[in-house]
């Protein structure tokens, strides 16, 4: 059986579950705590991160490391339900977004926000720092303002089909979501596009996420938030 | 022409140089200030990040943003000279090289070393901050020795044939080597990988930088360093 080694609040490994289910590949999650560094893990990945994502044995028994990597694996060996579009130039759009959110955005506002509320406590990491807490939130409403943006010259995020972009925004949102920051009323387009985005049959299994401890708000599973 | 916006001690712009040249693909270098935040650049990335290629008119005007992506452009465009090897599972395993020096040793290293020792005075943001400079000369040991032991076990970095993951390790190196903080003879392994990456055709235009300012330590551009 494949498995992904994953924590739940990761956008990273949330892009790659969306991406594994929009193909219809079942998979066997397995929760890993990074920061404890154990041997085990460290010899599936040396640099210590989730994703990890274990292929299993008719396709050739692999151990694919960090997010993008997984994604484009998944692509070449399974090309059926395709994650990016066909043209070279509107695959850079998909992947110029999928940076976007993944460094850009995850370091102005997923890492500022979900580690201090909840990584940092899960860890055992000390108390929040409002200043990043700050910084998160206002930076959000920049990046949320960008999606709706996109939403509205776009029928998805990066064109006429739904691509890793979307389901990239979509992980850092829904982590954003399970904490509560996420002020969708405050942008119509948004709000309408992960509307339809978490209406997919792939979204299922982020919204049946439960963190001991870190009950999600009353609408983030709600499709009709 | 095709254009490559780039800073010249940027690991990210000199993968994708290498990569140009190891495709034999001219391309006219404009160097961005990107601190400075430009309309003219942020309208060719939003992101306000180097590098960023133009694509000439023969493959369709096209403005290319993110390293990685850039790459992947290029190998999806011009197939010829390979940068990545043909099997998904070889392909994941220099992506993941890819991701471990532009992530994690990037983080680790050539971050705290280029920007405190170059790129803050060139901006002009104060003084140098001497922790994040003894953690990136302590770090780059541990980076330096896993280049080794790669060299050690395989032809190059990711395999049998010379790919991305090679000119990635490269092109952070080669931004060490510049401010003189690689210790070659510590590593016999990786000093003989780099000699032979280093004598490539494709690594020339690296070594004819020259930063005002900051002259390059004596054997830097010296192929029998």
């Known amino acids: 059986m494949r498995r992904l080694h994953h924590i739940p609040l990761s956008p990273f490994c949330r892009k790659v579950r969306l991406a594994l289910a929009e193909k219809r590949l079942e998979v066997d999650l397995v929760e890993q705590t990074p920061w404890s560094r154990s041997l085990e893990f460290l010899r ?3 640099a210590g991160t989730v994703p990890v994502f274990e292929d299993d044995e008719a396709h050739g028994r692999a151990v694919i490391c ?3 990597v997984i994604c484009e694996y998944l692509e070449e060996t399974r090309p059926e339900r395709p994650l990016l579009p066909g043209d070279p130039r509107a695959r850079a759009e998909a992947r110029r977004l999928v940076a976007w959110f993944d460094d850009k955005m995850h370091g102005e506002v997923t890492a500022n926000l ?4 909840v990584m940092k406590k899960v860890r055992g990491g000390g108390h929040p720092d409002s200043g990043r807490i ?3 939130s206002k930076n959000l409403a920049t990046h949320l303002e960008y999606v709706g943006w996109l939403a509205d010259q776009r029928k998805w995020l990066a064109g006429d089909e739904i691509s890793l972009a979307d389901f990239a925004a979509a992980a850092h949102l829904s982590c954003l979501d399970y904490i509560g920051y996420v002020d969708w009323d405050s942008v119509p387009s948004a709000k309408a596009w992960y509307q339809r985005i978490k209406s997919r049959p792939a979204f299922r299994t982020l919204l049946a996420d439960h963190l001991s401890g870190f009950p999600p708000p009353a609408h983030y599973a709600d499709l009709d938030f």
């Open 44 to 46: 599936l990945n040396p």
């Open 66 to 68: 960090d997010s993008a």
């Open 114 to 117: 979900v580690d201090e509320r």
């Open 134 to 136: 700050r910084a998160g």
